[in-house]
């Protein structure tokens, strides 16, 4: 029984292989664009963390009185794990900095901007939410956010490691554009079995964001991670299991339109051409998933981007015939304020948003910088 209870401290305590090819780079990036998932049991916590994207900034430990947990670019070279200093850990964003940055954007109401300026230590809130243990290269939170032990975190739909068979921790944990964070609360005390597992979709080689035409018939594969401590994620298909779609996010999957149940590979196909285009998610309850070993199993979203090229002129947002400055103007406007326009034509660099990125793409077609958009 101790023994099982460590191990889960352990899942909790987690560590990223990817930090193993990073620790070479000590100078950071001052921030990491993640996605960020968050379950309890067979739903999402909140429609802002699921497969939501956060900008988590670089800030430093000790405003939170944090700084023995410093990133180490060395932290796990050797046996013994040693804390880093205020250089080492300068610019590098680790899970504990978006641990730390969603709850105060999801627990205490921060704005982005408010977020990672010490507001949760200044409040006395710290050990309340995130109450963390242990040292360096080896710390552990017993009871984040109030929810107990039972909670599993990963990164990229993957088992953090250390080194082999050794677990970094979230404070030596890198993260970087593009990583997407997991994390699970289940109630299910089967001590027995350990661990919980993640549901992974893929569709068109991601497993965050896929994009595609009106009329394609998206194939999304459902998978998911084995849970075992130490050891290299691997993953099972996930066969049987019903897959929904929605274009208006809540929290239950289950309760979403239903595509279909996915096959012997784990496959459901969505047959886009009568849908308009927009934003779209799928997912799935994992109600009927079953993984040998797995105490719970953690509902699964994507988002799909769905994009009508064909009767789309991209950049053309007034629809006046002509791609020009006008149109770049709109679209900042929409951005700041939210004027009319044609959404559809206005995400050019089709990234999902519509904002200052795509109204500098028009600028640039209409001075002829420019011949194509990235999104054609
Ligand atoms: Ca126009
Ligand atoms: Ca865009």
Sequence with gaps: MKKKTLAMLTVIAVVFSMAITAFADTTGTGSAKITLSISQNKQFYSTDAMM??????????????????????????????????????????????????????????????????????????????????????????????????????????????????????????????????????????????????????????????????????????????????????????????????????????????KIGTTNSSGQVTLDTSKLSAGIYYIGTDSSEAYVADARSHAPGIIKLILKDTASVTYGDVNTDGKINATDASLVLRYATSGVSITTDAADVNGDGKINSTDASLILRYSAGKITKFPVE
Aim: overall charge negative; hydrophobic content about 30%.
């Design 52 to 257: 939501t994207e956060y900008e988590v900034p670089y800030f430093d430990l000790a405003l939170y009185g944090l700084q023995d947990y410093y990133y180490n670019p060395d932290c796990y070279a050797s046996d013994e794990q040693k804390a880093g200093t205020k250089t080492t850990a300068e610019n590098n964003v680790t899970m504990l900095h978006a641990l730390i940055y969603i709850t105060e954007i999801l627990q205490l109401g921060a704005s982005p901007g408010e977020a990672g300026t010490g507001m949760l230590y200044q409040s006395g809130e710290l050990a309340n939410y995130i109450p963390l243990q242990g040292a360096a290269g080896s710390s552990y939170i017993t009871n984040f956010w109030g929810w107990g032990s039972d909670i599993n975190y990963y990164v990229n739909y993957a088992f953090p490691i250390g080194r082999n068979g050794w677990g970094a921790t979230s404070d030596q944990i890198l993260l970087k554009d593009g990583d997407h964070l997991s994390i699970h609360q289940f109630d299910n005390p089967n001590w027995d079995i350990t661990g919980s597992t993640f549901a992974r979709f893929t569709a068109n080689g991601s497993s965050t964001s896929a994009s595609a035409d009106k009329g394609d018939k998206v194939k999304f594969t459902l998978e998911y991670t084995t849970s075992q401590y130490g050891a290299e994620t691997d993953y099972v298909t996930g066969e049987g299991v019903s897959v929904y779609y929605t274009d208006k996010l809540s929290t239950n999957p289950a309760k979403w339109t």
